[in-house]
């Protein structure tokens, strides 16, 4: 079964400090690992995609990694600010039934300034 | 390029009554995917449509729930006889068509979504 699942629920972090999200997947037949932003009421933002290949993508103060041997994936943020404050979401797109995105359940990140 | 359009942003139903929602998808995008999202849950896909087409319906409730992609004009997910249980936040989201059609590496790009409350 495909699953995603993102650990913690929840995560409160002072501002400027660095953070690691972070999301495991079932089956490693994956094309692409994707991390998404929901801010409240809003849709969905994509921020960095992953394809099986590759073992990182980088954009500005984010960072994702991929590791599909262990099936996990990481977002890390540097330097976190208030304006970080959302619900990061992460979705694998497998090579089985391709048309979908599994999506984690989420973890609510809030920056304390 | 207005990327993906869903309206209405914000409808409310009565239990019974129908609720369609529409979606534009980018310009160049043949494929459509609904999602929905209930109050503190993830996202679950519903069905994947091409033009004219579904490919894929398998998250799609059996009954009350239809999907669909004209040749002409937007993506409609029809939702008949709502209940409060289907108080959601649906998105839609667009890709290009990939490789020989298949769109598997594509990525894809969501709507603001349509919330539904049914009272």
């Known amino acids: 079964k495909q699953e995603v699942t993102q650990i913690p629920a929840a995560l409160s972090v002072p501002e400027g400090e660095n953070l690691v999200l972070n999301c495991s997947f079932t089956?490693?037949?994956?094309?692409?690992l994707q991390w998404f932003r929901q801010d409240p009421g809003k849709g969905l933002t994509s921020l960095l995609l992953?394809?099986?290949?590759?073992r990182e993508q980088t954009s500005g103060r984010l960072n994702a990694s991929l590791d599909k041997s262990s099936g996990r994936s990481t977002l890390y943020i540097a330097a976190s600010q208030p304006g970080d404050s959302a619900t990061y979401l992460c979705?694998?797109?497998?090579?089985?039934?391709?048309?979908?995105?599994?999506f984690g359940q989420g973890t609510r990140l809030t920056i304390n300034p | 390029n207005a990327g993906v359009m869903q309206n209405p942003r914000h409808l409310v139903r009565r239990r019974g009554q129908e609720a369609r929602l529409r979606c534009s998808p980018m310009?160049?995008?043949?494929?459509v995917y609904w999602y929905r999202q209930l109050p503190e849950e993830g996202l679950k896909f519903m069905v994947y449509?091409?033009?004219?087409?579904?490919?894929?319906e398998s998250g799609m409730p059996k009954e009350r729930f239809s999907a669909e992609f004209p040749k002409e004009g937007p993506s409609i997910l029809r939702i008949q006889q709502v209940v409060r249980g289907d108080s959601a936040a649906y998105f839609c989201?667009?890709?290009?068509?990939?490789?020989?059609?298949?769109?598997?590496?594509?990525?894809?790009?969501f709507g603001a979504g349509s919330r539904l409350t049914v009272l």
């Open positions: 992953i394809q099986s290949s590759q």
């Open positions: 979705a694998g797109r497998y090579i089985q039934g391709a048309q979908k995105l599994v």
């Open positions: 449509l091409q033009k004219e087409n579904i490919i894929d």
């Open positions: 089956d490693s037949a994956i094309y692409n």
């Open positions: 989201a667009s890709s290009p068509p990939g490789v020989r059609g298949h769109s598997g590496a594509n990525v894809l790009t």
């Open positions: 310009k160049g995008h043949s494929h």
